[in-house]
């Protein structure tokens, strides 16, 4: 029997990011710019739902629009795995470049790694109109690759 894997975080978000706004566009050429993360049509309902294509089929943000949205404190966040410090550095870079050129609401912290001995752990954490950050990290020490 196969492990089970987190496939999706569904979060509730204020109504404007899930109607037809400029927020909302702005919001999703964030996203798709800086990770890759696209828009699912068949998925999304005007005005009720967002749903972002997480580069594998079955991997979704779900953003649902409502009056009481999710609130989270500033360290909190999900986290996702890049392979290469390469990309590590081409979405920080992205991040950022989206910053300057677009909105200075984007949040982005330096690169930074955490050595554990054996291990190193190089992340940086990104926030854009959403109530969580994302942390991406890459191992160095250890070979991780996607199944």
Known sequence: MKTPVLNHLALTVPQSLVSDTPQRRQMLEFYE????????????????????????????LYLVGGETPTTALAGDH???EVYERETLE??????????TECD??????PISVEDYGTIRIHNTYI??????????????????RPD
Request: no cysteine.
């Open 78 to 80: 999900f986290g996702i």
């Open 104 to 109: 200075p609401a984007v949040e982005i912290t």
């Open 33 to 60: 710019r800086v990770f890759g993360w696209r828009n699912i049509d068949l998925m999304a309902v005007e005005g009720v739902r967002v749903v972002l294509h997480l580069h594998q089929l079955t991997h979704f």
């Open 127 to 144: 926030r854009y109109l959403l109530p969580l950050m994302i942390e991406v990290q890459f191992y160095e020490g250890i070979e991780v």
């Open 90 to 99: 081409a979405i920080a870079a992205r991040a950022t470049a989206f910053k």
